[in-house]
């Protein structure tokens, strides 16, 4: 069965801090990756997604993640969070038509 | 472009109640997903349509859970009787037609709490 592992359940962040959070997976086929945010109270959005090329991908308000194929991973970082940062983060891999997620790394940044 | 629209938002239930969830996804979607939210979790995938026809329901408790798709466009997802770990947040998802991969749309999901 399809697995993806998020190491950090639980992250502590001051303001301008630097901000790395782990995912790995378990496929060895063709992945296309995504990490989703979920803010207290709303619902799943869209942070950025992976499908082939450039193994380092943007997406929306600062974030971006790398890809690396050896490690299995998919890690997603800011260089500096803000206060707003703070939510849920979730990685998630879609193989077999389906979309597989991690468990979640809430994120609370200090102001 | 509107949503994947869930209601009712918030849902509090006595175990052994009934409850239905409804989803109305974005048009033209074929593929509708329903997910579970337990907190501190992960979603899980519950049951997965294409059109009207049922593509995965693994994962679904099927002797108190159960869905429909009718005419391949609003969805109902129905738990009967509830027990106090259903207490979760149920997501609906939908994505269009050709590859579905392209980072589907959640509703804002029905936040149930069973007592």
């Known amino acids: 069965a399809q697995s993806v592992s998020q190491h950090n359940h639980h992250v502590i962040l001051s303001e301008a801090a630097s901000l790395e959070l782990g995912c790995n997976y378990s496929y060895g086929g063709t992945v296309n990756l995504f990490w989703y945010v979920q803010y207290p109270g709303q619902h799943l959005q869209l942070l950025l997604k992976y499908f082939s090329g450039d193994p380092l991908v943007k997406g929306i308000k600062g974030f971006e993640a790398e890809f690396i194929k050896s490690k299995f991973s998919f890690n997603l970082r800011k260089p500096s969070v803000q206060w707003s940062d703070t939510a849920e983060y979730f990685c998630a891999v879609f193989a077999f038509n389906k979309f597989y997620f991690g468990s979640g790394t809430k994120l609370n940044v200090k102001p | 472009e509107a949503g994947v629209a869930q209601s009712p938002r918030y849902k509090i239930i006595e175990k052994r109640q009934s409850v239905a969830f409804w989803c109305n996804p974005i048009?033209?979607?074929?593929?509708l997903y329903w997910y579970q939210q337990i907190l501190g979790q992960g979603p899980k995938l519950l049951i997965q349509f294409q059109n009207n026809g049922v593509v995965d329901d693994s994962q679904l408790p099927k002797d108190r859970f159960s869905a429909e798709r009718l005419k391949g466009v609003d969805s109902t997802l129905k738990i009967q009787p509830a027990k106090l770990e259903d207490s979760a947040v149920y997501l609906c998802?939908?994505?269009?037609?050709?590859?579905?991969?392209?980072?589907?749309?959640f509703g804002s999901g029905t936040r149930l709490t069973v007592v």
């Open positions: 998802a939908s994505s269009g037609p050709g590859r579905t991969n392209y980072g589907y749309t």
């Open positions: 048009s033209g979607h074929a593929t």
